[in-house]
Each structure stands twice: as structure tokens, then as C-alpha cells.
């Protein structure tokens, strides 16, 4: 079965600190994706990757930024947290041309 | 910039009834449509759709793709109470690999 593992469910962080949301997957997926999922306006694309070192901006990048440096790991950072970052983040991957397979989210309280 | 917009946002019926879930798109470089439904964290594949008119099936779900008017619909009939979910909408563009969501419809079915 594919695994994609995030780092942790639940997350409290205070106001300006610096958030690592990390996320694991076991199955040599090129892609990889953020997104946040927020009530009524559905999962927003943050950034995603197609290979290890490449990076793309989704819909929504600002106040974030992407790392992977490993195939199997894809960091979302929140360089200084702000409360409108409060959300449900979710980390996808896939192959070319199949069907992405989600983490369970991690839920991030900004305070 | 690719758009994907699902319709009804939200769908009450009762239990044994059928409906049908929209979704249309607009995306640069098609490659695919999936359909994912969404109960408390993770969303779970349901279908990947890329050719037209060719029904998929699942059980009392189906689903088929009109690439020339851009849309899908997603269809369930004899409905149950554990259908009640979102359902999502993605669509996947060839040229970057970038897998766009729409907002959702959350399906709630009364007993």
C-alpha cells in the first residue's frame, strides 16, 4: 500500500515563529504537493514538485516556501506563521499520470 | 490559470435516492480528471478519468468525462448513509503536473 506519513496531525504555533510541516511518502512518486483546505473554498495548491531539488508555485505560495531535497520528502515552510495560516494541510503524491494518495493531514493552529 | 469549479456546493437527500455531482474545468494542457471523496481526513481516490464518453465504474458510483464541453459528472445511485462526504474534484495538466481541486460538494444523506 502507499504511504504518505505527515510529520504530525496536530500543530499549535505562536504568531512570527518558524512552522515545518514535513511529509514522507514510500513509494518513489516524482510528484509532490501542499495544499491547504480551508471551509468553502476546497483544497488550494500551495507549491508542488516533479523531481527531487524542482519546485513550482501552486495558487496560493505567499508566506510559504517548499523544500526537497530527497525524492521521498517534500518540507512545506511557513517562514513566520501568521494567523490567516490557521488550516488543514494536506501533502499528496503521485506518478506521472495516475492518481495522487493523500497524507492525513496536519491541522496547524496559529496563535 | 487552471480552474476547476463543482457544483452543487452542497446536496441533501435521503437515503435510496440518486444524484449527480457536476464538475467542469478549465485547464491549460489536459491530461486527466479524478474524483476523490473526502469523509474525515485523507481524501480516497475514486476515479481518474482522460477519455470521453467511456463510463468508469464502481459499485453504485459512476462517472464519465465530456472533454469537449469540459466537464464530468460523478453519479450515485441507491444512495447510503456512508456515501455522505465531499466529494472532489481534480483536474491534472500535462504540461507541469499540476493537479488543481475544485472547492467540493458535500453530499449529506438522510436515513
Not at chain 2, 2 to 23: A, F, I, R
Request: charged share 25%; aromatic share 10%.
Amino acid at each position: 500500500d502507499v504511504k504518505v506519513t505527515q510529520s504530525s496531525r496536530y500543530l499549535v504555533k505562536r504568531t512570527g515563529e518558524k512552522v515545518f510541516l514535513e511529509c514522507v511518502q514510500d513509494m518513489d512518486h516524482e510528484n509532490m504537493f501542499w495544499y491547504r483546505q480551508d471551509p468553502g473554498l476546497g483544497l488550494r495548491l500551495i507549491y508542488f514538485s516533479y523531481d527531487v531539488k524542482m519546485k513550482e508555485k501552486g495558487d496560493i505560495p505567499e508566506g510559504y516556501s517548499v523544500s526537497r531535497e530527497k525524492k521521498e520528502r517534500f518540507s512545506l515552510i511557513l517562514e513566520s506563521a501568521s494567523t490567516n495560516q490557521t488550516s488543514m494541510y494536506l501533502c499528496a503524491s503521485c506518478l506521472r499520470n495516475t492518481e495522487a494518495f493523500f497524507g492525513q493531514g496536519t491541522r496547524l493552529t496559529v496563535v | 490559470e487552471d480552474k476547476v469549479v463543482q457544483s452543487p456546493l452542497s446536496l441533501v437527500v435521503h437515503e435510496g435516492d440518486t444524484v449527480t455531482l457536476n464538475c467542469s474545468y478549465e485547464v491549460t494542457n489536459f491530461r486527466s480528471l479524478l474524483w476523490y471523496k473526502q469523509e474525515k481526513k485523507a481524501p480516497t481516490f475514486l476515479f481518474m478519468l482522460t477519455s470521453s464518453g467511456i463510463e468508469k465504474k464502481s459499485g453504485r458510483l459512476s462517472s464519465i468525462l465530456d472533454k469537449k464541453e469540459l466537464f464530468s459528472i460523478l453519479n450515485i445511485t441507491a444512495t447510503q448513509t456512508g456515501d455522505s462526504a465531499v466529494y472532489l474534484c481534480a483536474v491534472e495538466n500535462f504540461g507541469n503536473e499540476k493537479l488543481t481541486f475544485g472547492t467540493g460538494t458535500r453530499l449529506t444523506i438522510i436515513p
